[in-house]
């Protein structure tokens, strides 16, 4: 069994990577299964259980934390690579709060980090830019799906943000941005479960992952689909 573990910042990020592999990965021999830690705590939130025709086991760990993604991997990598038998382990958190100038001093520092274990191959980063509310932003149709009058043409009449040509990456808050459309429709942009389950299972995960427009201005998330590609090579 090929095995691969995700980890994440937050339940707005788990809920949004179980849904894009569920969609991306349509082969009924894949298992996605998630745990969320609290301190020294870990629950589950996705029941384990795997069959035994199982050939792709994807597991996302729920850091619940923007700063504790990639010392959680890094405390756990040991045992999940050596003993557990791991392919590959990857972090996704987003750049914010760095600046968008300091991506590559980042992602230099953290590469650096995971080069000074041997494991350090089997090891990646994904910085979503600014946040990983930028992909959302790229399913350009995806607030008139959950309510039939955000369409980007009345998006950018009340709010001057071009959805079909703007680049979410450029801006500097995407989560704010988010948060601006819902407020147009009374609603407000919290990331509590109900609603980030409301809208990752909105997006258009198929024009997110074959668009070649979508990966051009969305770079990292392009990234991070190489990523679960190369996780499922034979190399």
């Known amino acids: 069994m090929l095995k691969v573990g995700i980890f994440v910042e937050g339940q707005t990020e788990r809920i949004f990577v179980e849904k894009l592999l569920n969609e991306y990965l349509t082969s009924s021999y894949v ?20 069959h035994s025709g199982t050939r792709y086991y994807f597991l996302i760990h729920d850091v619940s934390g923007d700063g504790r993604v990639v010392s959680a991997l890094l405390e756990r990598a040991p045992g999940m690579i050596t003993r557990q038998n791991y392919k590959r382990l990857l972090a996704l958190r987003d750049l914010h709060p760095r600046k968008r100038g300091e991506k590559n001093k980042v992602l230099n520092s953290i590469n650096s980090e995971f080069n000074r274990h041997s494991f350090g191959d089997k090891l990646r980063i ?14 350009y149709n995806l607030f008139s799906r959950i309510n039939e009058k955000l369409t980007p043409d009345f998006i950018k009449n009340k709010l001057n943000v071009d959805l079909l040509r703007g680049n979410p990456e ?8 988010v948060d601006k459309i819902f407020r147009i429709s009374g609603e407000k942009y919290k990331k509590r479960e109900k609603q980030s389950y409301k809208i990752c299972y909105k997006i258009d995960y198929e024009f997110l992952c074959c668009t070649e427009e979508v990966h051009q201005k969305v770079s990292s998330f392009k990234y ?8 499922l090579s034979n190399n």
């Open 170 to 177: 450029l801006y500097n808050r995407p989560a704010t941005i």
């Open 224 to 231: 991070f689909l190489n990523c679960i590609d190369e996780s």
């Open 31 to 50: 298992t996605i299964e998630a745990i969320k830690h609290l301190g020294n705590k870990v629950s589950i939130v996705r029941k384990r259980n795997t």
């Open 126 to 139: 994904i910085l979503a830019v600014m946040e990983i509310e930028a992909w959302f932003l790229a399913d």
